[in-house]
């Protein structure tokens, strides 16, 4: 293991906020990386992978429920920057510990290890290759589905949450409630200055009725199997009433559609789901955490 190495703290008069600079005519997209294990020169081993997180990321947190149902706690690695950020992005501290693969104070060292000169999005979660020494990807639905699926002849899952039968559902699902859910619920959250943001509740409103009406005879999205449509959802579910409706600014919360409540209380019941779960790094100041600890029907 490499010698600890961390960032100073964080500091935004000295190097201000954390931004995407990206030119107008630039086509890349914003997450610039999007390697898959199995294919050329990335081979699926236990051991050779490691993953950069962030606990206040739903992104993050999909990858590693992810992980934890696909029984490779042991076979890919794992580590957390720290919670907040200025301009350098995100950072190792002592408040989670130091990278131990490589030993970086930042991670957008990573991102320069791979392309020198690196000028795009320093993010979360990131998938280090051990034996290339660079990142195979940041984009985190890529990333779960290979976690889900490329390991199986290494590991044991305890879910197969991307089963082939179930695959052209998940990805319709996620066509729908990403926009409308994991997207929307931050723009729901302006809807008083009207237009998109009113937009936006409205699409989010209709989703949750609908999602409820759903849930009234069905244990998870897709029947009695728990697949990635599922995690894509909760980790937007569990940040909703302490987020953007925080302030109860969209709806009265959760609690108002019963099914989907329960559903999600059954979720965290889980240790996958409750585990990964840290309320104090997305809470908004001042707001109350919901009972997800009751036990639902």
């Known amino acids: 293991m490499p010698l600890p190495r961390f960032a100073s703290p964080v500091d935004t008069v000295r190097f201000g906020e954390y931004r995407i600079h990206r030119r107008p005519d630039d086509p890349r997209p914003l997450l610039r990386f999007h390697g898959r294990i199995g294919g050329p020169g990335t081979a699926p081993a236990a051991g050779r992978y490691h993953l950069y997180g962030g606990h206040f990321c739903p992104w993050s947190q999909r990858v590693d429920i992810t992980r934890r149902l696909a029984g490779l706690t042991e076979v890919v690695s794992l580590s957390y920057v720290d919670d907040e950020r200025d301009g350098r992005g995100w950072a190792f501290r002592p408040s989670r510990g130091p990278d131990p693969v490589n030993g970086f104070a930042l991670l957008r060292e990573a991102f320069h290890a791979t392309e020198p000169g690196f000028d795009g999005h320093i993010s979360v979660p990131a998938l280090w290759d051990r034996e290339n020494r660079r990142l195979v990807s940041n984009d985190s639905d890529g990333i779960a589905v290979d976690l889900a699926t490329r390991f199986t002849g290494i590991a ?26 994991n997207n929307g619920a931050s723009f729901a959250a302006r809807h008083r200055a009207g237009g998109i943001a009113a937009a936006a ?82 809470t908004a100041p001042g707001a109350d955490v919901p009972d997800w600890g009751m036990v639902a029907a």
Not at 163 to 178: D, M, Q, T
Not at 263 to 270: D, E, P, Q
Request: avoid cysteine; aromatic fraction near 12%; charge should be neutral.
């Open 156 to 181: 044991t899952p305890l879910v197969d949450t991307y089963p082939v039968s179930l695959r052209p559902e998940i990805e319709a699902l996620h066509g729908w409630l990403g926009p409308a859910v």
């Open 201 to 282: 509740r409205d699409a989010l409103l209709w989703t949750f009725r609908t999602l409820d009406r759903r849930l009234g005879d069905s244990r998870y999205l897709l029947g009695d199997v728990l697949t990635q449509a599922d995690i894509r959802l909760w980790v937007a579910l569990v940040r909703y009433d302490v987020g953007p409706n925080a302030t109860r600014v969209i709806d009265p919360g959760l609690g108002e559609y019963p099914n989907l409540w329960a559903y999600a209380r059954n979720l965290y019941r889980i240790p996958a789901f409750r585990d990964t779960t840290d309320f104090s790094t997305f």
